[in-house]
């Protein structure tokens, strides 16, 4: 197969970018999309051209480090990750679009790496149950109804990749700020500081420079970990019940 | 950037509920559902032309005969209407920034083109409840409607309608704002839910679908007036001309 | 060198008790006068980091990945073993040891592995507590698994993400602390070497992979928690990342590298399918529960899997190993599979494959059964393959997945060289020769939060704050060393990639090192790793600058090392005259082809310390002292 690429290139966070054109030829179909644009860099490396620079670990849909926006869709649009995207997905021939995760949130570092760190700040807000190494009681202290267990896994399943952000016309962060609220919601574990984490975890958010959910879904439906807009729904919930509590 | 630093420490990140962004949204939810109802007893006190130029006059009198009503309400509105629209305003641009630089390839999953242009279809119903006040509320537009007035001697809001809508470019421009309206309340509707927390996976699809139901209802509720007129099967009482 | 394990004495339930007590403590008001680096955030590194803060030291976590989150400890699926005895059939702390010591074939250290049994009951209680969403019963107790072929069901797991989960939770108890300012948090920042100052480890100088700055950090004490090297066979289950480098650079400075030889091989991989391929796709072992695996009896046979008849299929591991069939353990299963495709009789377009089939079970439990039990995996599979393995046989081959061996620690995870500590897979200690399933997570958890956080204190205690000087010469000279390493990469200006050398190195370690090793081979290995080296030093290409984000550099600095590390780990394989847990000397197999352990000549950890690059490291052992087991000798006949 062969494909016309059209990546973005900056050469670091100052600088200014530009979408650059690539040929990707002979591509086995079986490859996922990474695994393209490694034969693409070894082939820029030969000709002394700076590799294409990008986030990437585990290759298996599971770290959240990958994150290229693919013909306008966070991870294409597909199931999974961009490292689960396999290139026999597209038309033989097409032209595709490769592009980093855009939100000020996310700054770009180089090419298509992005700065996701304000991520990690918003969890320092609140994503967390304060409780100390060594002050735990017995597991099984803790009941945890099946289906409640069951639904805080579903939030739980977040990879942190960014998808929702970079997705969403408004670079909001709420889908996945609002799976670690909901999560913790939803677990006894989460109670004492139910109120104070959603708090603290909207305001960094709104901090960061996210921007405002309107509700456009968008996120829902490139998450490759499938978590719902319900999640959304309860954040808010949780949000308003912190304000009268 | 290897160190974790931003002006405000995570542990100290504090924003008040009207600041915070579900703070807006639940402003945005809140006055917009006090605009619905509005928007909906309206519509019921026009469908009342219907019922003929003696009652709908009588309405238009009744409601001008209780100024300790009128005048609460009409402020009310104009607060919840101006903070709808500054509200919106915000967000729009808080959005637009939120995303410096844009895509170079846009693609959209699934969210409808309402959701999208909700700044516009909102921009377009302004305008018109601008025309629409000069229209028929203060007479400005139109002054010769001022001097309507029925067999009793109240003001003939039943002519008055009729006169309007008789004029095909009004009854267009009306058209096209009831659709704006529809098309903004189809996307409001189910995003009012969600914004108050009331939408889970299995209500999704049923929120959404009430939102177009609810919007058609208040579109042909609305539009079936200046087809009405224009159709004749609501005329001018006679005498009048 | 005398290697002193520092196991504390008495009977082997109270050691860890006793030790406890006999360890110095600091005092609360003067904890923050004490700092510490940790190098690496996953399980153990991001457990470690928190809790450290958490008992109020200073602490500087620093991390290559972008975030601590993306630690390799995700890829971990089918979940954590602890001895809670939740189910009634069995268990308890000295079956998990027991179980432990065995499934790593007597080459561990006793007194480690039973700590680990023991703590293993407040990891569970401790990830509760953080909301870790395990898998709950409809009474909302905590659910368990059979996991790996164990007795008793003793394996925790949240859905297939148990590693995610558990990262998360300690991801988000280092978040916590670096919140409140307790730790400084460096992101996309790798560790270039380890600075010693009067032989102990007091920093670490850094290379922050967004600027190319190269930087000098103090502490009291430097952890390492930075996993394993299984990438020295370039294709594994590992993230691409993961790297031998700040392990390596520590041998260099004087720690002793342990058993590096001991290297998990995984039998349930994706194959590869050609040369682009970096990364192997790790399924869940659980898959062999229902599937049955074969080759044709034939070699290079052409048809597919469907046309070639029951009785020109051999189903190999039922046919040598009749008992447990198609769940016979990981090395055997591994290394029967290599046998299969040496012969030739590999499926697939590469030949390097084997079916694993499940048409039999479709047929007796009907497909909505396999559906319920492995959808998921099936549906990951089409997705890579583009086979639909409901109807055609799935193609598996063994990948390089974990790594045993690791620096030299004693009983107090400390290295040779003082106050250099090494947590979690990166250090050598508790599973022998061979690791049982869901006991990596364990491990890494048990080092991090129960563990560690008292041993550094009792070093802390008896050494006394430094408040080491960055500004000191040792610093100096460890920064212009490592910017002189980078200088001579970008220098050498030759024709072939990094990633070319590693593949090509990765091809050699899997051939002559990998699941089935001899002398021959390991000797021809040890001579083709050097001349690979120095036609890495010759002909790498090593593009743009170092004060940049470059790929380039990152990944040349690693495959350098991993050139430099593969030749102990030969030396390691070669040395050890045995066949004992992964670890299989083709010389030494009874003729059924089963593994013959010397426990007279080999009970002991071999130790390598470094004699310059090129030169032989020297070997020294620690006898491993069996007080309380018995050493037996496994049969999966």
């Known amino acids: ?245 | 950037m290897s160190t974790v630093k931003t002006q405000v420490s995570p542990a100290q990140a504090q924003v008040t509920f009207i600041a915070s962004s579900i703070g807006k949204k639940i402003f945005m939810a809140t006055t917009g559902l006090f605009l619905f109802l509005f928007v909906s007893g309206h519509m019921v006190g026009n469908l009342q032309i219907f019922l003929g130029q003696d009652q709908l006059n009588t309405y238009a009198q009744a409601l001008k005969d209780l100024p300790a009503l009128i005048w609460p309400v009409r402020i009310l509105m104009f607060i919840f209407f101006a903070v709808h629209i500054w509200r919106g305003i915000q967000l729009y641009f808080e959005n637009k920034f939120s995303r410096p630089i844009s895509y170079a390839c846009n693609a959209t999953v699934q969210a409808p083109l309402s959701s999208r242009t909700m700044i516009f279809s909102g921009a377009g119903i302004l305008l018109y409840v601008v025309y629409h006040l000069l229209h028929f509320t203060f007479i400005t537009t139109n002054p010769q409607y001022a001097g309507l007035h029925d067999t009793v001697g109240r003001h003939d809001v039943y002519s008055m309608v009729i006169f309007g809508y008789q004029n095909v470019a009004i009854s267009v421009v009306y058209l096209v704002a009831m659709f704006s309206l529809c098309y903004h309340l189809s996307h409001a509707i189910p995003s009012f839910m969600q914004t108050i927390g009331l939408n889970n996976e299995k209500w999704e699809p049923r929120l959404k679908a009430l939102g177009y139901l609810i919007a058609i209802v208040i579109f042909f509720g609305y539009s079936v007036i200046p087809a009405a007129v224009l159709s004749n099967l609501i005329v001018l009482p006679e005498g009048v001309h | 060198m005398k290697l002193d394990s520092k196991v504390p004495s008495g009977p082997l339930e109270q050691k860890w008790q006793k030790h406890q007590f006999e360890m110095k403590l600091v005092n609360p008001a003067n904890k923050r006068k004490y700092s510490a680096i940790v190098v690496g955030t996953g399980l153990a590194g991001a457990s470690a980091a928190a809790s450290l803060a958490e008992l109020g030291y200073e602490v500087k976590a620093f991390c290559f990945q972008d975030s601590s989150r993306r630690a390799h400890s995700i890829g971990a699926q089918g979940g954590i073993n602890a001895a809670k005895n939740y189910q009634n059939d069995g268990d308890s702390v000295y079956r998990l040891f027991y179980d432990t010591i065995k499934g790593g074939d007597f080459r561990s250290r006793e007194a480690n592995t039973y700590r680990l049994a023991e703590v293993s009951n407040n990891i569970i209680d401790q990830c509760a507590a953080q909301g870790v969403p395990f898998a709950r019963e409809y009474g909302g107790t905590l659910a368990n698994r059979s996991f790996g072929g164990a007795q008793v069901s003793r394996t925790f797991y949240a859905r297939g993400q148990t590693g995610q989960q558990l990262l998360l939770g300690a991801y988000s108890a280092l978040m916590r602390q670096v919140g409140l300012g307790k730790v400084t948090m460096y992101p996309r920042t790798e560790m270039q070497d380890v600075v010693l100052i009067d032989g102990h480890a007091k920093g670490i100088v850094v290379r922050n992979m967004v600027t190319g700055e190269i930087s000098s950090h103090a502490a009291d004490a430097v952890v390492l928690a930075t996993g394993g090297y299984g990438r020295v066979f370039y294709l594994s289950t590992m993230g691409l990342g993961c790297n031998v480098t700040a392990a390596y650079r520590a041998y260099k400075k004087g720690a002793l590298f342990a058993n590096p030889c001991f290297t998990q091989i995984h039998p349930t991989c994706i194959p590869h399918t050609g040369d682009y391929q970096c990364k192997l796709t790790l399924m869940s072992e659980s898959l062999r529960n229902d599937g049955r695996i074969w080759v044709p009896k034939t070699k290079d046979e052409q048809r597919a899997p469907g046309q070639i008849p029951e009785n020109e299929r051999d189903y190999y591991l039922e046919r040598k190993y009749p008992s447990f069939g198609n769940l016979a353990p990981r090395d055997i299963s591994s290394r029967s599979a290599k046998e299969a495709c040496d012969e030739g009789r590999g499926v697939g377009p590469s030949r390097y494959g084997v079916y694993l089939d499940f048409s039999d079970a479709i047929n007796r439990l009907g497909k909505d059964v396999i559906e319920e039990r492995y959808g998921n995996l099936f549906e990951m599979y089409e997705l890579i393959n583009d086979e639909n393995p409901y109807e055609v046989p799935m193609r598996i081959y063994p990948a390089s997945h974990y790594t045993m061996g690791g620096l030299w620690v004693d009983y107090n995870l400390m290295s040779n060289i003082p106050g250099l500590h090494v947590i979690g897979e990166a250090n050598f200690s508790d599973h022998g020769a061979n690791r049982l399933g869901a006991s990596a997570l364990m491990q890494g958890l048990a080092d991090g939060y129960f563990v560690l956080p008292y041993t550094i204190g009792d070093y802390f205690a008896r050494e006394g704050a430094k408040n080491i000087s960055t500004e000191r010469p040792e610093f100096r000279e460890a920064e212009e060393a490592v910017a002189m390493r980078i200088k001579k990469l970008l220098d050498v200006g030759g024709k072939q990639t990094p990633d070319s050398f590693h593949k090509r190195l990765g091809l050699i370690m899997w051939e002559k090192a990998g699941m089935a090793r001899n002398e021959k081979d390991l000797k021809e290995a040890l001579q083709e790793i050097p001349a690979l080296r120095e036609e890495f030093w010759n002909d790498v290409n090593v593009l743009g600058s170092a004060d940049e984000m470059n790929m380039n550099v990152e990944r040349a600095a690693r495959v350098a090392d991993f050139l430099e590390f593969a030749e102990i780990f030969c030396l390691d394989a070669l040395d050890r005259e045995e066949s004992c847990g992964a670890h299989f000397r083709e010389e030494h197999q009874t003729d059924e082809g089963e593994a013959v352990r010397n426990d007279k000549k080999y009970a002991y950890v071999a130790a390598w310390e470094h004699k310059g690059v090129g030169q032989k490291p020297e070997l020294h052992k620690e006898d491993l002292q069996f007080e309380s087991v018995q050493l037996a000798t496994r049969s999966y006949k």
């Open chain 1, 1 to 245: 197969m062969n494909f016309k690429l059209h990546v973005w290139r900056q050469k670091n966070a100052a600088a200014k970018g530009r979408m650059e054109q690539y040929e990707a030829r002979d591509i086995n179909a079986d490859m996922s999309f990474l695994e393209m644009l490694d034969v693409v860099n070894e082939d820029l490396v030969e000709k002394g051209i700076d590799p294409i620079h990008f986030d990437h670990d585990c290759r298996e849909g599971i770290c959240g480090a990958c994150s290229l926006v693919i013909n306008g869709l966070p991870h294409g649009g597909m199931t999974g990750t961009t490292c689960e995207v396999r290139m026999r997905l597209f038309k033989d021939g097409s032209t595709i679009y490769v592009e980093p995760f855009r939100a000020k949130a996310f700054p770009v570092i180089k090419d298509l790496t992005v700065d996701r760190t304000s991520i990690d700040r918003v969890m320092q807000a609140g994503g967390f149950v304060s409780t100390h190494t060594g002050a735990a009681i017995d597991a099984n202290a803790i009941l945890v109804p099946k289906d409640k267990a069951e639904e805080a896994m579903d939030a739980a399943a977040c990879i942190g990749c960014g998808a929702c952000v970079a997705a969403c016309k408004n670079a909001s962060g709420m889908l996945f700020v609002a799976a670690k609220v909901s999560q913790l919601a939803l677990l006894p574990q989460g109670q004492a500081e139910r109120e104070r984490r959603v708090n603290k975890m909207v305001a960094m958010m709104d901090i960061e420079g996210f921007g405002n959910c309107t509700n456009y879904y968008e996120c829902e439906a490139v998450c490759p970990k499938d978590i719902s807009v319900k999640f959304i729904a309860k954040m808010n919930r949780e949000y308003m019940r912190a304000l009268v509590k």
